[in-house]
């Protein structure tokens, strides 16, 4: 076994760590710390790729390995958050279970982008880390907003939430992928947009600025098509 080739795998696993442990903390009641975790394993989702392209090692193994990685980190963990999310407020003990849509769809979605050749310089349907980021910061935003967090804190629409992030994952629209061919800012608006929104609303709210970063992103991605199409 080549050490160089599974350094790319040893970030994957790491990732795939992170995503458990989140899990562990998140079913102990620690809502919070959920989006810590999910950003933790998306740094090592980020160095697993990058490893491969700058050792030139890419192997059909560990693609494989970083949706399953990926599956536990920003599919599972964040389906935990909305469920414990829900429960907490519920009076129906069946209710929560709606939530779980979102690992279900999440599986769905990293099998379908495996097989999809259209994915390589632009995503189709919302990515799944795009999609835990969202998920894991609403508590944070709910706390920040309370005029938000007095909604976020009904279960149904809680709910609701889940199926049209989940809907997202799957749905058949292009978004945004930050991948340059260039730096031209003519040829990257949206992308350079996106950029300075995110580091602008994360300066500003913190974690709780991400779900913003992520209707940005939506926004910023359908403004795009609609130019594209004219």
Do not use: C, H
């Amino acid at each position: 076994m080549k050490i160089k080739s599974n350094i790319p795998n040893g970030f994957t696993l790491l990732n795939l760590l992170s995503g458990v442990i989140g899990i562990i903390w998140v079913l102990q009641g620690d809502i919070l710390s959920g989006a810590y975790f999910i950003l933790i394993s998306a740094v090592f989702d980020f160095f697993d790729g990058f490893a491969a392209r700058i050792l030139k090692v890419p192997s059909e193994i560990g693609k494989q390995l970083d949706s399953l990685a990926d599956l536990v980190s920003f599919g599972v963990l964040p389906g935990f958050i909305l469920f414990k999310m829900a429960e907490v407020q519920s009076g129906w003990e069946w209710l929560p279970y709606f939530t779980l849509i979102v690992p279900l769809l999440s599986a769905y979605r990293l099998a379908k982008f495996n097989l999809d050749t259209r994915q390589s310089d632009q995503f189709i349907g919302l990515p799944t880390p795009a999609n835990a980021l969202f998920i894991s910061t609403l508590p944070y935003l709910a706390i920040s907003i309370p005029q938000i967090g007095v909604w976020l804190n009904l279960p149904l629409i809680l709910v609701i939430v889940a199926w049209v992030m989940a809907i997202l994952l799957v749905l058949e629209i292009p978004l945004i992928a930050l991948k340059f061919k260039n730096f031209s800012f003519k040829s990257n608006v949206f992308r350079y947009t996106l950029l300075g929104m995110g580091a602008l609303l994360i300066s500003f709210l913190g974690l709780a600025g991400i779900p913003w970063v992520i209707f940005a992103y939506i926004g910023l991605s359908l403004i795009e098509n609609g130019t594209k199409r004219q």
